[in-house]
């Protein structure tokens, strides 16, 4: 591991004038004559991960009435109701600083629990079933936040925002999709703790500053391009 | 050589169009936390055939050398080029014993040899 560690340090040291500086030509490695890079570069500062996850996460459907496009005499009912969908969260987290990071991240996944839609009046007499439904949330989210250290777990907190997806369509209504979008607005708290210098476990709880019912909550590990980040 | 979580290698080194003797640095951070290192104070003597010494100085037109971090498990190279050598420099002498800031300062001198061109 050490080996490998020094390695990549090498590479990284070594690349980060041509890497940095596509049109610079380092002329010399001794401080004081480098034309690309500087003293200290590559030893500290920012830092990269990957986290990959699965989340529940719960959010509010509005109520439905409206006529289907298909067929304008039917109408499409449905009360308003908390839904919830399994999320398969991966994120991209820049360590900016010791402490402030910001990431990307990209949510799919399945709707498990949606509108109860009933078809006025040509299925009034019809029970909806949730097995007849289909549906799917994609999200994606930038977020900034603070994160500490305290022994082998770092914990922190950080807002995100971002558009959001949910598109559900019932086999009674096959022609139709409905759908309802939204930003999302969500302050997270999370902890982790290290397996290794490269690999961690962590667990993330979100909740909407907009709307009480819109939470989530992951579960995930993440990969770090530099161990501990830089240092724990 | 090793002091508490930091690893230092030092050795002479050539450098077309430099014309100051120049010592390379390798550091190492062997724990899980960063490291506070600081080349900038190191004290540098040059030695000729007869034992003369001089202070010599670093040369760093552009402040560059400051204390700064380490990452952890992470490692760093630098160069330095220093002035005021003797004519007939045949060593150099390091004090590494600031370079750790976490640790409390101790001299440790190391010498090198400086190849004869």
Redesign the interface.
Known sequence: MRVITIALALAATGSAATAGHRACHEASSVVGYEECSRFGVGWSGRSLSWELGGAIVQLPFDAIDRALATSPNTHAVAPSRTGRAHVVRLRSVYGLTEHFYVASELGLGALTVMPAIVLDPVARDEMSSASDERGWLISGMLAAGLRTVTGPIRFGGELAFGPRLAVFSTERAPDVLFGQSAVALEARVHASVWLSPRWSAGVMLGTSVLERADTSITVGLGLHAFPYDGGR | MTSGCLDLAVASSE?A??NDP?VAYS??NRC???LE?D?ATIRVVGRDASGHENKLV?????G???P??????????????YRGAPVGLTSICVDVGSVDRDAAYAERWVCVAKELR
């Open positions: 450098e169009d430099v120049v550091l190492g899980d936390h960063r290192v080349l670093a040369f760093d037109p552009r560059e050398l400051q700064t971090t380490l990452n952890a498990l992470w490692s760093g190279r630098a160069k330095i080029s």
